[in-house]
Each structure stands twice: as structure tokens, then as C-alpha cells.
């Protein structure tokens, strides 16, 4: 086995649930005084580790609220976490929310440059790239409507047409496979899967024990925020399933 291409260690997420408004620094002191200062303290995730190889696919799965989405952001550098560290070695593409960067007032033509632009792709790039990303898309007799007149199947399609285009070394899935209908669906797949084939390394969140068997090789159990168990992906996905 060669060298982590990520690892985390001993991370945990803490968020302050505490439903107390303070609307400006006179009332802040007033209550801090009278001891009206609530912090309700949530750890999202405590005392997460657990190592990734090259070429690894590794599924996340547990029920809602389990820390599994909190867990890619982090890895993805979208979050930074309370204590512990993640160290990453590759270029990373997350698909998180697809087209969280898209401008509503924007046509799709003018959000693909937009996007890319997000995504840390050039504009030459992106030009190079444009006909295989509207065609990949299926969108295109309304490629220059603006975003607000598309459907949010629309709009996923793109996201996920725009974030595909590249290879990266490292790959991080959210859920992204279960966007569009069952057509876009297994299209996206197949093309998740050439990524695959070209040997990048995966973390993929999805409510489908089937699909992580499916795609995955390994698999981490979330539940409460904590790793209950990692391993075979065929192994952990029957322990979940049973319970």
C-alpha cells in the first residue's frame, strides 16, 4: 500500500445550537452579567479517523443527522474542524450542492463560465469544454434562458455536467448521484464510473446501501457523529443494513 492520499485524524465538529439572539453589544453584556448566555454545545462529529489509500472508493453511510455530509465538507476544506486535522494530497473536486454558485438572473450559458470560474477552471477551459458540457446536460434548447425559469432537475444537471468535465485526483460525493430522472441518473453513473476506471479516489455519501456495494470498495458507518465501523464495503453495508 502506498501513501495516505488523505487522512483524518482525530477530527470532531462542534456547533452551538443555542437558540439566544443578540442583537447588539449592550444587551450582549447585560445578559452575560445576568448569566442569560446560553451555549448549547452539539458535536456534529467527535473523534474521527480513518485513512484513505490511492484509488480507493470509499462509501459513507448512516442515517440523517448521522455527521455524514459535515464529514465531506470538512475533507473538502469547506469547513474547518473544532479539533483534529485533515491532510489531503491530490487535487480535490467536491460535488456538494451542485450549482451552489450559479447566479439565478444569470442564463445557464452565462453560469457555466460562472461556475467553472468557482470550480477554479479558465476560461479557455471552460470554452474548450462548453459543447460536451450542454450536451452532457441535455439542456440545451434553454442553454440562454436565465436560471430562474429552469426546474431544479435542470439546474442539477448542469451543476453536475459543469463538475464532471474535469479529472481529479480526488473525487467527493454528496448525494449528486440522485439527481435529474432515472435517465440522468444512471447517465451520471456511467460517467462517475469512468472516473473510477481511471483509478481516482471517491468519498461518496449516499442513502443507498446498494449503490456503496455497487461502487464503493471500503465503507464507513457514521452514526451519532461517531464511527461505529470501517471496512469492506460488503461487510459494513450488511452490518448497517441489519441494524
Given at each position: 500500500m502506498g501513501d495516505p492520499v488523505i487522512e483524518v485524524q482525530d477530527v470532531g465538529m462542534r456547533f452551538n445550537l443555542s437558540q439566544e439572539k443578540v442583537d447588539n453589544l449592550k444587551e450582549y453584556v447585560i445578559k452575560l452579567l445576568k448569566r442569560q448566555l446560553l451555549f448549547q454545545e452539539f458535536w456534529a462529529l467527535k473523534d474521527i479517523s480513518f485513512n484513505v489509500e490511492k484509488g480507493d472508493r470509499i462509501g459513507i453511510v448512516g442515517l440523517n443527522g448521522a455527521g455524514k455530509s459535515t464529514l465531506l465538507k470538512i475533507i473538502s476544506g469547506v469547513m474547518k474542524p473544532t479539533e483534529g486535522s485533515v491532510d489531503i494530497h491530490g487535487r480535490v473536486v467536491p460535488l456538494l450542492e451542485l450549482g451552489a454558485g450559479f447566479d439565478h438572473n444569470y442564463t445557464g450559458r452565462e453560469n457555466i463560465y460562472l461556475n467553472g470560474a468557482i470550480l477554479g477552471?479558465?476560461?479557455?477551459?471552460?470554452?474548450?469544454?462548453?459543447?460536451?458540457?450542454?450536451?452532457?446536460?441535455?439542456?440545451?434548447?434553454?442553454?440562454?434562458?436565465?436560471?430562474?425559469?429552469?426546474?431544479?432537475?435542470?439546474?442539477?444537471?448542469?451543476?453536475?455536467?459543469?463538475?464532471?468535465?474535469?479529472?481529479?485526483?480526488?473525487?467527493?460525493?454528496?448525494?449528486?448521484?440522485?439527481?435529474?430522472?432515472?435517465?440522468?441518473?444512471?447517465?451520471?453513473e456511467n460517467r462517475i464510473m469512468q472516473l473510477f476506471d481511471k483509478g481516482i479516489t471517491v468519498l461518496f455519501v449516499s442513502h443507498s446501501v446498494q449503490q456503496v456495494q455497487r461502487l464503493c470498495n471500503k465503507a464507513i458507518w457514521l452514526e451519532h457523529g461517531k464511527i461505529i465501523m470501517q471496512g469492506s464495503a460488503d461487510e459494513v453495508c450488511t452490518k448497517y443494513a441489519e441494524s
Open positions: 477552471y479558465s476560461k479557455e477551459f471552460i470554452e474548450q469544454k462548453y459543447d460536451e458540457i450542454v450536451e452532457f446536460s441535455e439542456i440545451e434548447q434553454f442553454i440562454d434562458v436565465p436560471l430562474k425559469n429552469y426546474s431544479s432537475g435542470m439546474k442539477a444537471r448542469l451543476g453536475f455536467s459543469i463538475a464532471t468535465v474535469v479529472e481529479p485526483e480526488i473525487l467527493i460525493l454528496d448525494e449528486v448521484l440522485s439527481v435529474g430522472d432515472a435517465k440522468f441518473q444512471e447517465k451520471s
